[in-house]
């Protein structure tokens, strides 16, 4: 079990890059419930790989716990889930300074019936996150803009609407 902060910022997606043509790509569903501030998800890794994730927080900087699971256990705690299963695609692209950029390209339909497509950045700490300087491809950042939260999404997205 692994305990630790998570510092991350968060943006829509303009148009995506020729480079998720090559990049790591993995099937993830996933599904969440809440425990007053406390947000636990269980996920599916490309059908093979199985974790549980408790997260707490909101916006940059969250505590978030995250081990290995049985797909046993997995089942019976997705079973449980309130909500709607999250599926996406994730891709995984390098960025400058040893950053990663993941791309979620959500199956369900989200925000007026569309697809969503969002970018995710982790950082080592606040100082980088905070001078980081998005790419072009990189759209509006909703970092903390909690409707873009997956277990949000999970039980409200399909009734979320946005004017973009």
Same mark, same amino acid.
């Given at each position: 079990?692994?305990?630790?902060?998570?510092?991350?910022?968060?943006?829509?997606?303009?148009?995506?890059?020729?480079?998720?043509?090559?990049?790591?790509?993995?099937?993830?569903?996933?599904?969440?419930?809440?425990?007053?501030?406390?947000?636990?998800?269980?996920?599916?890794?490309?059908?093979?790989?199985?974790?549980?994730?408790?997260?707490?927080?909101?916006? $940059?900087?969250?505590? +978030?716990? #995250? =081990?290995?699971?049985?797909? %046993?256990?997995?089942?019976?705690?997705?079973? *449980?889930?309130? /909500?709607?299963?999250?599926?996406?695609?994730?891709?995984?692209?390098?960025?400058?300074?040893?950053?990663?950029?993941?791309?979620?390209?959500?199956?369900?339909?989200?925000?007026?019936?569309?697809? $969503?497509?969002?970018? +995710?950045? #982790? =950082?080592?700490?606040?100082? %980088?996150?905070?001078?980081?300087?998005?790419? *072009?491809?990189? /759209?509006?950042?909703?970092?903390?803009?909690?409707?873009?939260?997956?277990?949000?999404?999970?039980?409200?997205?399909?009734?979320?609407?946005?004017?973009?």
């Amino acid at each position: 079990m692994q305990t630790h902060f998570e510092i991350e910022r968060k943006f829509l997606i303009k148009f995506l890059p020729d480079a998720v043509n090559c990049a790591e790509k993995h099937k993830i569903v996933q599904a969440y419930s809440r425990v007053g501030d406390e947000v636990e998800r269980v996920r599916s890794v490309d059908g093979v790989h199985f974790f549980k994730t408790i997260k707490k927080g909101h916006g $940059l900087k969250r505590i +978030e716990t #995250e =081990f290995e699971i049985s797909k %046993k256990d997995y089942d019976a705690v997705l079973n *449980k889930c309130a /909500g709607k299963i999250i599926e996406k695609e994730r891709f995984k692209i390098s960025l400058e300074d040893n950053l990663v950029a993941e791309i979620d390209v959500y199956k369900n339909k989200f925000f007026n019936k569309k697809p $969503l497509c969002v970018v +995710e950045v #982790e =950082f080592p700490n606040i100082e %980088k996150a905070n001078s980081f300087q998005a790419p *072009k491809w990189f /759209g509006e950042e909703v970092t903390f803009d909690k409707r873009f939260e997956n277990s949000v999404l999970a039980q409200t997205g399909e009734n979320v609407t946005i004017s973009k």
